[in-house]
């Protein structure tokens, strides 16, 4: 294969040049025109804002789960050329924050431009991060090495981004687990250390979906929102476990559907001493809202309930 058969657009007079030189030839080159490849110039700069998609930087358990029965939605960019940009801050919490981000590809040869909105999660590794939730969540869970466990116990800063990435990777395995059980939870796309990615709820009108906490449905989408609600602790029940941080500024409204967040403390019902202290919690909290909004709802009469998906 002759050296001229990879080149670019600049090249090419000049080749054509020399091999005329070289034959006394005024034709043309005879290069079938399928192996000349035409290079355009990619835009490698990246604003400070941007990144590229760190998709193919985490190993496959770190990505969000599929199957043949339940594959992975189809917005999911995968493309090693999409691009993370930072499009602002959702919520500053106590222990993480959580950031809207837009993962991108441009249109290459006949593959269309696609673009997907995330929510962004970002533990806090920094000293001044005050975790509420106590060590009775974690009560006989595991840390992945020694090393790690005494970096804990020892609070180097090692020992908090450890802790941190496991707050991380805790809601990453809860909400991999309940979205392949059925559990109306954002698709988790992928986990990098402190940094958890997942669907981003709207409100169909490019903004986040609101908490429950701030809206007030009508009777009839109350009720709905109480069914789904009580499917998906029975869901969860049925796995053995407790959301365990149950509140209404823990569900999202997107429109006639509602999404259950904020899932790294979940408990297991039978195996944490307060397993059962933390599942009558989440079905008080929510109870009272619905019974604030209208509908009487018993929180007693939901827990007995969840109990027989249980045992
Ligand atoms: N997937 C998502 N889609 C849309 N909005 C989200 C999503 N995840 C989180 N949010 C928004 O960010 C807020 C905080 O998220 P989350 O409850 O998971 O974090 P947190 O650090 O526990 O916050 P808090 O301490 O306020 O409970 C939510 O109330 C919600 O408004
Ligand atoms: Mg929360």
Redesign the pocket.
Known sequence: MSSDVFRTDHQSTDLDDRWAALTSDESQPDVADAFVFHFSEVEEELDPDQRWSTWLDVERGSRGPHSVTQPRPDWVVTEQAAIDTELGI??T??????FLLERAVQQIGDNPARRSLL?A?RYRSEEHRSF?RSTSYVEGRRTRNSRDSRAMAKKTSHGRSVAAGQWAYAEWDALCRLWKAGVPV?YPVQVDGTELL?????DGDGG??P?LAQVRPKPELLGSYFEQLRDGMRELARAGLAHG?LSP??V?AQGDRI?M??LPQVVDIVGNPKGMDFLLRDCHNMCAWFTSRGLEVDEQELFADLLTMVF
Not at 93 to 98: P, Q, S
Not at 198 to 202: L, P
């Open positions: 959702l919520k919490g106590k222990e993480a924050d959580v929510a999660k509420h954002p997942m669907e981003f709820i709207d986040a979906a908490r941080d500024y823990n999202l999404v967040i904020d």
